[in-house]
T-cell receptor, first 113, second 114 residues
Framework: AQSVTQLGSHVSVSEGALVLLRCNYS??????LFWYVQYPNQGLQLLLK??????LVKGINGFEAEFKKSETSFHLTKPSAHMSDAAEYFC???????????FGTGTRLQVTL | DAGVTQSPTHLIKTRGQQVTLRCSPK?????VSWYQQALGQGPQFIFQ???????QRGNFPDRFSGHQFPNYSSELNVNALLLGDSALYLC?????????????FGEGSRLTVL
């Protein structure tokens, strides 16, 4: 079975500051890990994915995440926040079948001036 | 290139009624999955359809059923609606059932049960 824990339901950063959204996973098999973003009244959009290749994964809009097996973590970072990054972010895990994802409860990112 | 389209976007039902939600996958995709996203929660997997058959199912009661048509579009049916069924229902499409590629999500159907 797989599960994901996202630490912090709300994160607030200033524009230009570092964004760090935390995700820890649990999986009985080597996991595939994903970060999705959801803007208000929209569906989910894939930011990036880890599928057992490079541990540092680069995604869209300047985001990246690092898979750390020893820490069972897959934290999402962005060096400099932009107002347009304000959204809900979801970490998800699967056992290798992309369709069946187990999502975390989400982290709402607020970006202030 | 049309993405995943869902209908209706919003609907209101009363307890005990039945509802049907519809989804057309992204062009070239043959697998459709449905997720339920309650307010303030992450999406939860309901089931997946491939080759017109239910291939995987999450922890949802039999009141939730689905169908996939030869053109790969899909329906989600929920019978005997409960207040707790109020949620955003998301459809996602992909190619094949073991693809680790990107899942494309629609904008969802927001169901309110009164």
């Amino acid at each position: 079975a797989q599960s994901v824990t996202q630490l912090g339901s709300h994160v607030s950063v200033s524009e230009g500051a570092l964004v760090l959204l935390r995700c820890n996973y649990s999986s009985s098999v080597p996991p595939y890990l994903f970060w999705y973003v959801q803007y208000p009244n929209q569906g989910l959009q894939l930011l990036l994915k880890y599928t057992s290749a490079a541990t540092l994964v680069k995604g869209i809009n300047g985001f990246e995440a690092e898979f750390k097996k020893s820490e069972t973590s897959f934290h999402l970072t962005k060096p400099s926040a932009h107002m347009s990054d304000a959204a809900e972010y979801f970490c998800a895990v699967s056992a290798g079948t992309a369709s069946k994802l187990t999502f975390g409860t989400g982290t709402r990112l607020q970006v202030t001036l | 290139d049309a993405g995943v389209t869902q209908s209706p976007t919003h609907l209101i039902k009363t307890r005990g009624q039945q509802v049907t939600l519809r989804c057309s996958p992204k062009s070239g995709h043959d697998t459709v999955s449905w997720y339920q996203q309650a307010l303030g929660q992450g999406p939860q997997f309901i089931f997946q359809y491939y080759e017109e058959e239910e291939r995987q199912r999450g922890n949802f009661p039999d009141r939730f059923s689905g169908h996939q048509f030869p053109n790969y579009s899909s329906e989600l049916n929920v019978n005997a609606l409960l207040l707790g069924d109020s949620a955003l229902y998301l459809c996602a499409s992909s190619f094949g059932t073991r693809d680790t590629g990107e899942l494309f999500f629609g904008e969802g159907s927001r169901l309110t049960v009164l």
